[in-house]
T-cell receptor, first 115, second 117 residues
Framework: AQSVAQPEDQVNVAEGNPLTVKCTYS??????LFWYVQYPNRGLQFLLK??????LVKGSYGFEAEFNKSQTSFHLKKPSALVSDSALYFC?????????????FGKGTRLSVIA | GAVVSQHPSRVICKSGTSVKIECRSL??????MFWYRQFPKQSLMLMAT?????????EQGVEKDKFLINHASLTLSTLTVTSAHPEDSSFYIC?????????????FGPGTRLLVL
C-alpha cells in the first residue's frame, strides 16, 4: 500500500521569500512522485514529477522539488514566492513497479502568500 | 500538455434523481481513467478506476450500483450518480493517463460540482 503525508495544513509566507511545502511518502516499490496545485473550484494542475534520474526536478511556475530517498521526502520549493502562488497544493505518489496503479494523494497544504 | 474536460461543470438536482457526468480526454487516448471525489477542504479520494471496454474497479466503500461508470471509448468515461441524495453532494474530478505518451502523469479534469437538494 502507498501513502502520502503532508504534515502542514497551512503554510504562510511573505511575498518574495522562499517557500517550502513538505511531503513524505510510503511505497513498497519505486516511487513515482508528483505535485499538483488546485485553485478554488478548479481541477488539479500538474506542477512536476519525479520518476527517475536527477533528484532535483524543476517544474512549472518556478517550482522545484527534491527527491530524498533516505528521508522518503519530496518537498516542494520555490526561491521567491508570489501572491499568485496562493492555492492548495497536493503531493501524490504511486508505485512505479505495480503497473497501472492510480495516484494516492496527501491531504493537501494550503499556501498563503502575503503581500 | 494533455487536456481533460468534464461536463457539466456544475449541477444542481433534486434528491432521488440521477446525474451523469462526462469525462473526455482531448487530443489523446486514455485506456484508463480515474474518478475522484473531493469534499470541502479535503483531499481527493479515489472512487474507481475506469478501464476502456471492461468493468470499472471500485475502491472499498464505494457502491458500484450507486456510482455507475461506463468507459465506452478511449476518450470518454461517464459517471452516473443514481438516486442522488444530499450526502452525495461533492466535487467530482476525473483523471486520465495518455495511452500514447508518458504513462506516469495523470491529467485532471476541471471537476464537476454536484449539489443535491
Amino acid at each position: 500500500a502507498q501513502s502520502v503525508a503532508q504534515p502542514e495544513d497551512q503554510v504562510n509566507v511573505a511575498e518574495g521569500n522562499p517557500l517550502t511545502v513538505k511531503c513524505t511518502y510510503s511505497v513498497s516499490g519505486n516511487p513515482y512522485l508528483f505535485w499538483y496545485v488546485q485553485y478554488p473550484n478548479r481541477g488539479l494542475q500538474f506542477l512536476l514529477k519525479y520518476i527517475t534520474g536527477d533528484n532535483l526536478v524543476k517544474g512549472s511556475y518556478g517550482f522545484e522539488a527534491e527527491f530524498n530517498k533516505s528521508q522518503t521526502s519530496f518537498h516542494l520549493k520555490k526561491p521567491s514566492a508570489l501572491v499568485s502562488d496562493s492555492a492548495l497544493y497536493f503531493c501524490a505518489v504511486r508505485d512505479g513497479q505495480s503497473g497501472n496503479t492510480p495516484l494516492v494523494f496527501g491531504k493537501g497544504t494550503r499556501l498563503s502568500v502575503i503581500a | 500538455g494533455a487536456v481533460v474536460s468534464q461536463h457539466p461543470s456544475r449541477v444542481i438536482c433534486k434528491s432521488g434523481t440521477s446525474v451523469k457526468i462526462e469525462c473526455r480526454s482531448l487530443d489523446f487516448q486514455a485506456t484508463t481513467m480515474f474518478w475522484y471525489r473531493q469534499f470541502p477542504k479535503q483531499s481527493l479520494m479515489l472512487m474507481a478506476t475506469s478501464n476502456e471496454g471492461s468493468k470499472a474497479t471500485y475502491e472499498q466503500g464505494v457502491e458500484k450500483d450507486k456510482f455507475l461508470i461506463n468507459h465506452a471509448s478511449l476518450t470518454l468515461s461517464t459517471l452516473t450518480v443514481t438516486s442522488a441524495h444530499p450526502e452525495d453532494s461533492s466535487f467530482y474530478i476525473c483523471s486520465a493517463r495518455d495511452r500514447g505518451g508518458s504513462q506516469e502523469t495523470q491529467y485532471f479534469g476541471p471537476g464537476t460540482r454536484l449539489l443535491v437538494l
